[in-house]
């Protein structure tokens, strides 16, 4: 799972600003997962795309979170004017392929908003 | 809908000793199931899995588990526990419908080992 990467590892935040998370899937995989990770709680699906298209958001806060991945270039996570309730640590994986393949983890970016 | 319990938040155990991690899960549909393995300030990396054939599961650094359907039950074990096996364990479900994978997490169990 080393070969997924993530950054930032660590981002900081105001209160109102905007934070930007980028997953690099590893080499092959075209199959990205978002999950968020809360203090002293397990892992919650938020989003699985495929390059260009968002298959399942339905684990995404209605506003001010949204995910892409492009063609070309990394997913981004993008939340919007974050509150204190977005500090979390925040996971991507990705997989080759849609079916129960393994999912690779990446070392996650861990947000805090002041 | 899916859902993962896990039993016991914290599990302690005494280096050499059997190492038991229990999850009970809910599915509509026969499920696939994981175990996963975080180290501080990592991601998880997986132990094993389940998702069709034998019901006992081996996987890595000694670990394996048994999927038994009659009691919802996927339990992690490990006969001797290592120092090295301190960490935060999580048994996770997916339903695998619409041919993706969408994991869905129990709250973890950490794992503590003691000389």
């Known amino acids: 799972n080393a070969g997924v990467m993530q950054n930032p590892r660590h981002l900081v935040r105001r209160r109102g600003q905007e934070a930007r998370l980028r997953c690099s899937p590893m080499k092959g995989h075209s199959h990205v997962y978002w999950y968020r990770q809360l203090p002293e709680e397990g892992l919650k699906f938020m989003v699985y795309l495929q390059k260009e298209n968002i298959i399942d958001e339905s684990g995404m806060p209605k506003e001010r979170f949204s995910a892409e991945f492009p063609k070309e270039g990394p997913s981004i996570l993008r939340i919007q004017q974050v509150v204190r309730g977005d500090s979390a640590a925040y996971f991507c994986?990705?997989?080759?392929?849609?079916?129960?393949?393994?999912?690779?983890f990446g070392p996650g970016t861990r947000l805090t908003v002041l | 809908a899916q859902s993962v319990t896990q039993l016991g938040s914290h599990v302690s155990v005494s280096e050499g000793a059997l190492v038991l991690l229990r999850c009970n899960y809910s599915?509509?549909?026969?499920?696939?199931l994981f175990w996963y393995v975080q180290y501080p300030n990592q991601g998880l990396q997986l132990l094993l899995k389940?998702?069709?054939?034998?019901?006992l599961v081996k996987g890595i650094n000694g670990f394996e588990a048994e999927f038994k359907k009659s009691e919802t039950s996927f339990h992690l074990t490990k006969p001797s526990a290592h120092m090295s096996d301190a960490a935060e364990y999580f048994c996770a479900v997916t339903p695998f419908s619409g041919g993706y994978n969408k994991l869905i997490f129990g709250a973890g169990t950490r794992l503590a080992v003691h000389p």
């Open positions: 599915s509509s549909v026969p499920p696939y």
């Open positions: 389940y998702t069709t054939g034998a019901t």
């Open positions: 994986a990705s997989s080759p392929a849609g079916g129960p393949d393994t999912q690779y």
